[in-house]
């Protein structure tokens, strides 16, 4: 196999990280909704750590992007 | 037709212009920092011209942002936070109008580019530094050793503690950056796609792509959040040494 198509598929398996940031948005989603469900008044307060909560787990998510461009940038040398 | 999903990220000087050998040529980010500058100061400029005691809607909307950022720092830093009001204001609305303005077709969002994240995420962690040694002096070092270690600990607790320091910066950076070349990316691969197929079935990425921009408006406002919040955590954490006593995480 040579450099070129041994990089691509680094920059897929890049990809690979989703799959945990979707564990961690599908553990957010579903725990806030069982916090409302058992105390519907503490849906503000919840719902703004919520929000955090899924913006930092989607950013990690994306760090594997991070990792795919070092990749690419790399593949030109 | 090759469509490379990267390239609304280029960036082409228009003609080069050099100040004492220093590259200042300008490129369509500069431009679009402009506009988000003049946009922003002229927009809170409109509304606090004339204040009323019944708001118009433009200064309530001044009003909501300023109760909310104060909101912010009066969480995380407490009251001798105020003081940087002005610097996360500023900081806050760049962010989010940069973000705002970047989804408009044509434009550029000029946090997708690394080095303007880079140079905000140093700026605050070199502030938050500065800052702590100014209040505290050698004891702002504490801030290595969490409240409540064991003696026996402290050699494995102080290098992570190092590391995660220096991990704030990169990570504030690479958050912000990522998030908004991911998005602009989906778009531009959604739109590759719904041009590239055949209409009968191209028209099912074309749609996806206005519910993905309906996620790249609150992704883009909740990004500036994020990053103002942390810039406040941060200082926060310089003011108060531990500050976990007023509610900050």
Known sequence: MDAA????????LAAAGFAGAGVGIGYIFGKMIEAVARQPEAEGRVGKYMWIGFALVEAIALYGIVIAFIIMGLRGK | MESNPLHPFELHPYGTLSLFGIDISLNKAVVMMWVVIALASWLLY??????????????????????????????????KGLRFFPFIATLFLFILF????????????????????????????AMSLVVGFALHGFRFLGILVPGGTPVLLLPLMVPIEIVSQLARPLSLAVRLFANMTAGHTILAVLFGMALSLPLWIGWAPFVFTIAINGLEVMIAVIQA????ILTCVYLGDAINLHGHAEGAH
Not at chain 2, 99 to 108: Q, V
Not at chain 2, 225 to 228: A, D, E, L, R, V
């Open chain 1, 5 to 12: 198509s041994a990089a691509l598929i680094g920059m897929g």
């Open chain 2, 46 to 79: 409109r509304a606090g011209r004339e204040r009323r005691l019944i708001p118009t809607r433009l200064q309530s909307l001044a009003e909501l942002l300023v109760e909310f950022i104060k909101g912010m720092i009066l969480d995380t830093m407490g009251e």
């Open chain 2, 98 to 125: 940069c973000n705002l303005l970047g989804l408009i077709p044509g434009s550029y969002t000029v946090t997708s580019q690394i080095v303007v994240t880079a140079a905000f995420a140093l700026f605050v962690y």
């Open chain 2, 225 to 228: 959040y994020i990053f103002t």
